[in-house]
C-alpha cells in the first residue's frame, strides 16, 4: 500500500489529521477508557465507590458456558450475513451494470431498504416471517412446523441472519455500483472486442478491478455484523429462543444497560473489541496483499 | 403565593393558544418510560398540570420505554443532569432504593407540606413501593395486576358459566374445551411477571429465600423448589396435548391479539390490556375477566402490582423541589390523577379513595369499563403477607430474562423442565451475588 | 455494446425484478399498513393491498409528532454529520495515504479502531463526555499537576451534542483510503512536476477524482444520521426544541408496556414521512454516482 510520491511536510500532515483525532479521542477514546476502566471493578450503576477486582470480571464472563454460546452465534453470524449479502449485492451491480433496459428504476430503489427505521423493519419482519400468520405460513401449512423461529433455534438464527443480510445488501449494492461506474468504460469494451463475453469479462475484468471496494465492504460487514447488529436482534427474536441469536453485542447491551452490571458489560467488551480488531487485522495482512490497487 | 385570578386565566389562555408566555414560571424536568398511546396521555397529563396552575411548568420528556428511561435517568445522574421527577418500573425499583441519588417519598412529602394519606394506598401497592419498615419511598403512578381473561362463549360450549377458581380446575376446563371443538383453550407465553411472580404470591408460595429479598440482599432463588416447577410441567403438558398455545410477537401474534381475535379462548395478563381488547377484539368475542386461578381456591392470597411508581431525585433546588411538589399532587390526587389515569388507560386506582370515588361515579357501571374491578379485588384478595408482598432482588430484570430463556429451552424440548428451572435459579444466584458484592456494605432501606 | 444475449438478458431481468421484490418488501408493507384504518391493520394476516386512509393517517401522524419543527431538527443534523464527515474523513485520509511519517499506520489503526465498539455499549460515559466536553482535557490537566480550569462545554441540548459523537468514526476515513490507494501515483507525480503542492493537488485532483465516493458516503452518512435513535433521545430532553424525526417514532410506536393497543397505522404513517427524506436524498445524489442516468448504454 505505500505510495511512492508522498509529501513530507508534517506540520501539515498533523494538521490534516488533528480534527480526526481530537473528535475520536474525546467521543470514543475517553469515554471507551472509562467503560475498560469498570472491567476491572465492580461499579455500582448510579456511580459512587466501586471497588478494584482485578481480573474477577473476565473470569465470571470466561466461565459462562452462555457466553461462549453467544461467541459462536455471533462468528456464524457475522461469516454467514456478510457473505450472504455481498453475494446478492456484487451480483445485482454487475446486472444492473450492464444497463439493459429499465436498469435505471433498480438503481434507485435498490439503496430504499437501508433507509427504513426500526420499527418498520420490525412490523414488516414480523409480518413476512410469522409462522402462522405471515408469507410463511403458506410453506407451514404445506410441511407442518418446518419454519418456527419463535420456538426453533436454526430458524431464528437464519431469520436474523436474513434480516442483516437484507439491510446490508442495499449498502453493499451503493458501493460496489458506484465502483463499477469507475471503471473505464474503455476497458470493459475492449475487452469485447477482444471477444470476452458477458461474464467472462465480469469475471476478468471487472470483479479484479473492484476488489478495493470489495475489501472494504468485507471488513465493514464483517465488523458491522459483530457490532451493529443490535437493533435486528432487538426488535425481530431479543436473543431468543434458549439463546439461540444471543449475539455478542446483544448480550453487552443486555447484561449491562438493562441489567446495570456495568462492569461484566465492559468486561465482555474488551473481548468483543479485541476480537474484532484482531480479526480485522488478519484480514488487512492476509486479504489485502491480494487487493488490486492502481 | 396568592396571585390575581385574571393572571392565572391570562396564562391558560396564553398556554393553550400554544404560546410560551410563562418566562417567569419554575420549571422542573420529569422523565416517563411510556410510550405509543399511553405516552400522549402522559404528556396531555403534564399538559393539564402546567394548565391548572401559573407558577410552575413541568418539562415533560419521553424516554422511549420504561427501560430507556432507568437507564438515561442513571447516565443523566452520573453526569449530573437528571431530571426532578422520574418514572421508574416496579422492577427498577431496588435500583433505585440502593442509588443514593433519590429523596425518599415519604421525607420529601414532609419536608415540602405534600398531604399524602400514606395508609390509603391498596396494602398490595403500597407494600410494594415500601421499604421493610413499611416507609413508601416512590409515588405508586400507574398500577396494574394480574388477571384471568376469557373467552365466555367457549367456555359455555362446556356448559360453564364461570371461570375457573383452580389450576385443577383450569386443566380439566382445557380438555374438555378440546374435546368441545375449541383449537386453542390457552395462550400463554414466557413472561415472567405473570407465570412465576404472579403465580407464586397468589399461592403464597417463595421466589426468594428473606422474605423473597425483602429481608437483604443476601437471599437465594427458592422457585425450583416450589409448586411453580410443576405448575410449568402442567403447561408444558397442555402444550403438549394441544389444550394450549405459544403465542408471543414471534409467533406473529401475541397473547393479547390471538386472545381478541377468538383464535385462543383464554390467557392470563395484565389488567392494562382491558382497553387493548376492547379496542381490537373480533365483533362477536364475548369475554370477561375474572382472577387468577389458584391451587387451592381457600387460601388465596393477593395478587402482585405491576406498572411503575415516580422517584423524586435528589440534588435539586428548593424551587424546583416546590414545583416537584405541585406536580406529584396533582398527578396523585383522585379526581385530577388516579381519574385521569384510569379513565384514559387500562390503569387501576392506586388508593381506596380513588377507587371508591371512581366508583361512586358510576365508572366501573359504563360497559366499556366493566370487570375492571376485578383487580382491584385481586389486589385485595387478602392480607398481604410476607410472600405476596412483591419481590426485593437486585437486577431483578436480568433474573427474569435467564429464567425466561431457560423456559424457552424447556417448552422446546432442549431441557427437561426440572433442570431448566434449576439452571435458571443457579444463574439467578450468580446474578445476586454479584449485586451483593457491587453493594458491599449497602444495606436494603 | 451491441451484443447479442437474449437468455443471459432474460436471466438478468429475471434477477433484477426479484431482487426489487425482495429489497422493496418491506417499503410495501409499511405504505400498505399506513393507508389501512385501526382495525384493518391489527388483523392477522394484515391485508396485502392499499386501504383508503392514507391521507388522515398522515395528518394524524404528522400533527402528533410535530413534525413542522422536528423535520428541520432532522435535516440541520444530517446535514452537519454528512458535510463534517466528508470533510474532516477526507483530509485525515489525505494525511494518511500521501504523506511520509512514520506514524501514519498507527494514526490509521487509531482512528479505524473506533468501528469496532458501538455507541450502544460505551453509552453512559459518552454521555458524561456530552455534558461537558473539555472534561478530558480537564482530567488530564489534574493528572499532570496543571492547574488549569476549562469552563464547562455542555453539549446536552444543543445541535452540536448531537452532531459531534456521530461525527467521530472511521467509516469516511476508510473508504477515502481505499480510494486514494486506487489513485495512479502518475498522477501525483505529474503533479508534483507541475510544481503543485500537496494542498493544490489535494484540492485540484484529489478531490474532483473522489466525487462518486464522496457522493456514496454523503448518502450512506446522510441515511445513518437521520435514522439515528439512542442517541438523540439521550442528549435530547428539550423536544420542543431540539427533538429529531425519529425521535418521534417512540412517541408513536408502541412500546412493549402493557395495554398499549397497537396502533401500526399511524405509527407506519410517521414512518413513511419519517423516511421520505432520506429516500429522497438517495436518489438525488446518486445521480452523481451513477452515470448514465438519462441515455440509455450505446
Given at each position: 500500500m505505500e505510495k511512492r510520491a508522498t509529501f513530507s511536510n508534517l506540520w501539515l500532515a498533523a494538521a490534516l489529521v488533528a480534527p480526526q483525532l481530537l473528535l475520536v479521542f474525546v467521543f470514543f477514546y475517553w469515554p471507551s477508557g472509562e467503560a475498560l476502566y469498570w472491567a476491572v471493578t465492580l461499579e455500582p450503576p448510579f456511580g459512587g465507590s466501586n471497588q478494584w477486582v482485578g481480573w474477577m470480571n473476565f473470569e465470571t464472563v470466561f466461565a459462562d458456558p452462555k457466553y461462549w454460546n453467544s461467541v459462536r452465534v455471533s462468528v456464524i453470524f457475522a461469516l454467514l450475513t456478510t457473505a450472504l449479502s455481498l453475494a446478492i449485492a456484487v451480483l445485482l451491480a454487475l446486472f444492473v451494470d450492464r444497463r439493459l433496459a429499465g436498469h435505471q428504476i433498480y438503481k434507485f430503489t435498490y439503496f430504499i431498504p437501508y433507509a427504513l427505521a426500526a420499527p418498520a423493519v420490525g412490523l414488516a419482519f414480523r409480518f413476512i416471517f410469522a409462522p402462522d400468520a405471515g408469507f410463511v405460513s403458506a410453506i407451514n401449512r404445506v410441511f407442518p412446523n418446518l419454519w418456527n423461529p419463535a420456538l426453533d433455534g436454526t430458524d431464528a438464527l437464519a431469520l436474523i441472519i436474513m434480516a442483516q443480510a437484507w439491510n446490508m445488501a442495499g449498502y453493499n449494492f451503493v458501493f460496489f455500483l458506484a465502483a463499477l461506474q469507475s471503471i473505464p468504460r474503455t476497458l470493459v469494451e475492449a475487452g469485447a472486442m477482444d471477444g470476452a463475453g458477458v461474464l467472462r469479462r465480469m469475471r476478468d475484468i471487472q470483479l479484479p478491478l473492484i476488489t478495493p471496494t470489495l475489501f472494504f465492504l468485507v471488513i465493514i460487514n464483517i465488523t458491522d455484523s459483530f457490532v451493529n447488529s443490535f437493533g435486528i436482534v432487538d426488535i425481530t427474536t431479543n436473543g431468543g429462543p434458549a439463546r439461540a441469536t444471543d449475539l455478542m453485542v446483544y448480550k453487552i447491551y443486555s447484561d449491562g444497560f438493562q441489567g446495570k452490571d456495568y462492569s461484566l458489560a465492559a468486561a465482555q467488551s474488551i473481548v468483543l473489541m479485541v476480537l474484532v480488531v484482531s480479526l480485522t487485522f488478519l484480514q488487512f495482512r492476509f486479504i489485502e496483499r491480494r487487493v488490486h490497487y492502481s | 403565593m396568592t396571585r390575581v385570578s385574571f393572571l392565572a386565566t391570562a396564562a391558560a389562555v396564553a398556554l393553550s393558544a400554544g404560546t410560551a408566555g410563562a418566562a417567569e414560571r419554575i420549571k422542573f424536568e420529569y422523565w416517563y418510560g411510556l410510550t405509543g398511546d399511553l405516552g400522549e396521555v402522559m404528556a396531555k397529563h403534564c399538559q393539564l398540570f402546567n394548565e391548572s396552575q401559573d407558577k410552575y411548568e413541568a418539562v415533560c420528556t419521553g424516554q422511549g420505554g420504561y427501560d430507556k428511561a432507568e437507564q438515561n435517568t442513571i447516565a443523566a445522574y452520573r453526569a449530573k443532569q437528571h431530571p426532578t421527577i422520574v418514572q421508574i418500573y416496579d422492577a427498577g425499583t431496588v435500583n433505585f432504593m440502593l442509588s443514593g441519588a433519590i429523596y425518599p417519598a415519604k421525607k420529601f412529602a414532609e419536608d415540602y407540606g405534600l398531604q399524602v394519606d400514606w395508609d390509603g394506598y391498596f396494602p398490595g401497592i403500597k407494600n410494594y413501593y415500601a421499604t421493610a419498615g413499611g416507609e413508601m419511598w416512590s409515588f405508586p403512578y400507574n398500577s396494574s395486576t394480574a388477571v384471568f381473561y376469557w373467552n365466555k362463549d367457549a367456555w359455555s360450549k362446556i356448559g360453564k358459566s364461570e371461570a375457573p377458581k383452580t389450576w385443577a380446575e383450569f386443566g380439566e376446563d382445557l380438555k374438555a374445551l378440546k374435546a368441545a371443538g375449541v383449537e386453542c383453550g390457552f395462550a400463554f407465553d414466557f413472561d415472567t411477571w405473570q407465570n412465576l411472580e404472579q403465580f407464586s404470591a397468589t399461592n403464597n408460595l417463595p421466589i426468594a429465600s428473606l422474605d423473597n429479598g425483602y429481608g437483604g440482599l443476601g437471599a437465594e432463588l427458592v422457585f425450583n423448589t416450589t409448586a411453580f416447577v410443576d405448575h410449568m410441567k402442567d403447561y408444558k403438558a397442555w402444550l403438549d396435548a394441544g389444550y394450549a398455545k405459544i403465542q408471543t410477537a414471534q409467533v406473529g401474534k401475541n397473547m393479547v391479539q390471538a386472545f381478541a381475535d377468538k383464535s385462543c379462548a383464554s390467557m392470563i395478563t395484565s389488567i392494562a390490556n382491558h382497553g387493548t381488547v376492547k379496542n381490537?377484539?373480533?365483533?362477536d368475542l364475548n369475554w370477561g375477566v375474572a382472577m387468577l386461578p389458584v391451587i387451592d381456591a381457600a387460601a388465596r392470597k393477593n395478587s402482585l402490582v405491576g406498572g411503575a411508581s415516580l422517584w423524586v431525585m435528589e440534588g435539586k433546588s428548593k424551587e424546583e423541589y416546590e414545583a416537584a411538589a405541585a406536580f406529584l399532587k396533582y398527578v396523585t390526587a383522585s379526581d385530577t390523577g388516579e381519574k385521569f389515569m384510569v379513565s384514559n388507560t387500562g390503569y387501576i386506582p392506586v388508593t381506596t379513595a380513588g377507587f371508591e370515588f371512581l366508583k361512586a361515579e358510576g365508572f366501573y357501571a359504563d360497559p366499556k369499563y366493566a370487570g375492571r374491578e376485578i383487580a382491584i379485588q385481586s389486589l385485595t384478595a387478602s392480607e398481604v403477607g410476607p410472600l405476596s408482598r412483591g419481590i426485593r432482588l437486585g437486577n431483578f430484570t436480568s433474573i427474569r430474562a435467564q429464567l425466561r430463556s431457560e423456559l424457552e429451552a424447556a417448552f422446546t424440548g432442549q431441557k427437561e423442565m426440572q433442570v431448566a428451572i434449576d439452571d435458571a435459579v443457579k444463574a439467578g444466584n450468580d446474578i445476586l451475588r454479584r449485586y451483593e458484592q457491587t453493594y458491599k456494605g449497602a444495606a436494603l432501606p | 455494446m451491441i451484443e447479442r444475449t437474449p437468455l443471459l438478458n432474460l436471466v438478468t431481468h429475471l434477477v433484477l425484478v426479484s431482487g426489487l421484490v425482495l429489497l422493496l418488501m418491506p417499503l410495501w408493507i409499511v405504505f400498505v399498513a399506513a393507508s389501512h384504518d385501526f382495525h384493518t391493520v391489527n388483523q392477522v394476516p394484515m391485508p396485502l393491498w392499499p386501504g383508503d386512509h392514507l391521507a388522515e393517517n398522515l395528518a394524524v401522524a404528522w400533527q402528533k409528532g410535530n413534525f413542522d419543527r422536528v423535520m428541520v431538527n432532522s435535516l440541520i443534523v444530517a446535514l452537519g454529520v454528512t458535510v463534517g464527515k466528508i470533510v474532516i474523513a477526507a483530509l485525515s485520509a489525505f494525511s494518511i495515504v500521501y504523506f511520509n511519517y512514520r506514524l501514519r499506520m498507527l494514526v490509521f489503526w487509531v482512528i479505524f479502531v473506533t468501528l469496532m465498539l458501538p455507541l450502544e455499549v460505551r453509552i453512559v460515559p459518552t454521555y458524561a463526555v456530552a455534558a461537558d466536553a473539555l472534561r478530558p482535557f480537564q482530567a488530564m490537566f489534574d493528572a499532570v499537576g496543571l492547574s488549569v480550569d476549562l469552563p464547562e462545554w455542555n453539549l446536552l441540548n444543543t445541535y452540536s451534542g448531537l452532531i459531534l459523537p456521530l461525527i467521530a468514526t472511521a467509516t469516511g476515513t476508510f473508504l477515502y483510503r481505499q480510494f486514494f490507494l486506487t489513485v495512479p501515483d502518475e498522477l501525483t507525480e505529474a503533479a508534483k512536476m507541475d510544481g503543485a503542492g500537496p494542498v493544490r493537488f489535494f484540492l485540484e485532483v484529489l478531490m474532483p477524482l473522489s466525487k462518486t465516493n464522496m457522493a456514496a458516503l454523503a448518502t450512506i452518512m446522510f441515511v445513518w444520521s437521520w435514522n439515528q435513535y439512542l442517541w438523540p433521545l439521550l442528549v435530547v430532553t428539550d423536544h420542543q426544541t431540539f427533538a429529531t424525526a425519529t425521535m418521534q417514532l417512540q412517541k408513536i410506536t408502541p412500546g412493549p408496556a402493557f395495554g398499549e393497543p397497537p396502533i401500526w397505522n399511524v405509527a407506519m404513517a410517521a414512518n413513511l414521512i419519517v423516511l421520505t427524506p432520506p429516500v429522497l436524498v438517495t436518489i438525488l445524489l446518486q445521480r452523481w454516482f451513477v452515470r448514465g442516468l438519462i441515455s440509455t448504454d450505446k
Open positions: - | 381490537t377484539q373480533a365483533a | -
